[in-house]
């Protein structure tokens, strides 16, 4: 393939765009590696500075006996992991984990519920959290499942920074991974979420079965949204017995890099974050997936339900390759 006559090699620093194709998005995947890294890496340093990374912390604050069947997940009620049911966590203990994650270096505070989507008197306990939080000079997130644009207006009135919201995977593959909701749906509450003027998380699940042209629809689907996703994290699947995902095969971790670098080149003025799977990733995928354009991680020991490298790691392996958190 000529490079110079390729589409996907006008790669604007005046971007981002909104009318990546298919066919555009597939040749970038099929770059020669080094290629790839070369122009993800250009387009990293033309919007940011390389050696930043965003800090942020999520904390489950209510877990598990989900009604949802995302196969991926331990949360779900339908599938049997050992993951207990609990109740919305209180004010004060939130409080306290966001002041040690604060203390610990974090810059935002993301807060998980297991649910389909919140009732109204869930969603006044989580504003108090959101406010909290912000009065501790953190910028905050929440994952609730879906939301009505009512609901989204509210979580904006009481400060919320950031809603996060994945795509999980492309339109074809949903239906594989998930029944009880469809693709629509996910749109509809992305659609709530921008209009109510709160920042977009939103990204997706790599590693679940899925095939080339999946991760070119995840990522063409994330590039087209009328605003990008403000914050983008890419998740390798952590397979959890007792889900119907545990025995899926390994993706090849260098499949994984090329993603992030395909996400980056995309949506270049996004943060990409190297999210869910670091656990069971060597320091060198984690440094190509840095060179490649993720600049955003999740500090602490659990993500959710599932282990994540604990902080002491983290903190060595930045300074291993010279980084530091964005401020
Ligand atoms: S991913 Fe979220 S919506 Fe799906 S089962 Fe888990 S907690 Fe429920």
């Known amino acids: 393939m000529s490079l110079s006559h390729d589409p996907s090699s006008q790669l604007g620093r005046d971007l981002p765009r909104h009318d990546w194709t298919r066919a555009q998005i597939r040749a970038l995947f099929e770059l020669p590696f080094p290629e790839l890294m070369f122009r993800a890496a250009q387009v990293h340093r033309d919007n940011f500075d390389p050696a930043e990374v965003q800090i942020s912390t999520l904390l489950s604050v209510k877990t598990g006996g989900c009604p949802e069947d995302c196969a991926y997940c331990p949360q779900s009620a339908k599938f049997d992991t050992g993951v207990k049911a609990e109740k919305l966590m209180g004010l004060d203990v939130v409080l306290a984990e966001a002041r040690a994650a604060k203390a610990g270096g974090a810059s935002r505070f993301c807060m998980g ?34 939301l009505t644009g009512d609901q989204a207006r509210q979580l904006k009135h009481c400060g919320l920074d950031y809603y996060n919201h994945n795509l999980d995977t492309s339109p074809e593959f949903y239906g594989e991974i998930i029944t009880t909701r469809v693709y629509q749906d996910r749109l509809d509450t992305l659609e709530h979420v921008r209009l109510a003027g709160i920042h977009l998380c939103c990204g997706g699940i790599v590693g679940m079965g899925e095939d080339l042209e999946d991760r070119v629809g995840m990522i063409a689907t994330l590039a087209s949204l009328p605003v990008h996703p403000e914050s983008v994290p890419i998740n390798m699947l952590v397979r959890v017995e007792g889900t119907p995902l545990a025995h899926v095969a390994v993706l090849e971790p260098l499949d994984f890099v090329r993603t992030i670098a ?34 955003s991680i999740f500090y602490g020991p659990k993500l959710l339900t599932t282990p994540n490298p604990g902080r002491d790691r983290d903190v060595a392996l930045l300074d291993k390759l010279g980084m530091r958190p964005m401020d």
């Open 113 to 146: 519920a297991a649910w389909r989507a919140p009732k109204d008197r869930d969603l006044d306990k989580v504003c108090e959290m959101v406010e909290g939080v912000k009065a501790l000079g953190m910028e905050t997130c929440v994952t609730l499942g879906m």
């Open 262 to 295: 395909v996400a980056r080149i995309c949506m270049p003025a996004s943060v990409v974050r190297l999210s869910a799977g670091r656990e069971d990733m060597s320091e060198e995928t984690q440094a190509l997936c840095f060179l490649a354009g993720a600049n």
